[in-house]
């Protein structure tokens, strides 16, 4: 039976109201293995789930979840800041970044509209910041997100609106929650 998670909607505070911080787009610059993929974005209001070989296909996905959201706490990063931790009270958006595909290495980026501010690499981070994820999706096998030896992702120093991922797939692939600034259309009520 699928784990799924649970929301706590008191971990969070909501400032805003329509205002998102998106993924803009992506693509894939190298590929090899089973097939040719492309970078697709989902939407997760039509809800779907992800993890345990649910898409086993060359593709590159993302998605938006928790949008606009106060930390009422700090949130520990494995990629980011030198310190690792997002402080409390900061505006963040949350993204989500897969790679879910038989075999393969896949070299891409993604890109979004606010400057990254850490990445969850490791299921430790992952799962401390599960509360950020978006509850039209199904998060399946969460014990076994994050990345592997060999599997690399970065920030762009030239732009911090860009993320590069160097992955080899396999089974169940590979999974990342992405932080972003708030979104530059907010509007504070």
Known sequence: MPKHLVIGAFFLTQIATGATADVLGGEILRQ????????????PSTGFSVGADTFDDPNLYAF??????TLI??????IGDDDGVIPQGTVIASHYVFFDS??????????FDAPILGI???QETMAATDYLADP??????????????GDQVWIDEADP???????????????????????GDLLLM
């Not at 706490?73 to 494995?78: E, F, I």
């Open 32 to 43: 090899s293995g089973s097939g040719s993929g492309t970078f697709v974005k989902l939407d």
């Open 64 to 69: 938006d979840e928790g949008q606009n959201i």
């Open 73 to 78: 706490t700090p949130a520990r990063v494995d």
């Open 102 to 111: 038989l075999d393969g290495i896949q070299y891409g980026y993604v890109d």
């Open 120 to 122: 969850a690499a490791f």
């Open 136 to 149: 039209s999706v199904t998060y399946i096998s969460i014990e076994l997100r994050g990345l592997e030896e």
């Open 161 to 183: 609106h860009r993320l590069y991922v160097y992955w080899a797939g396999s089974s169940p692939g590979d999974y990342i929650r992405v932080f972003t600034a708030q979104s």
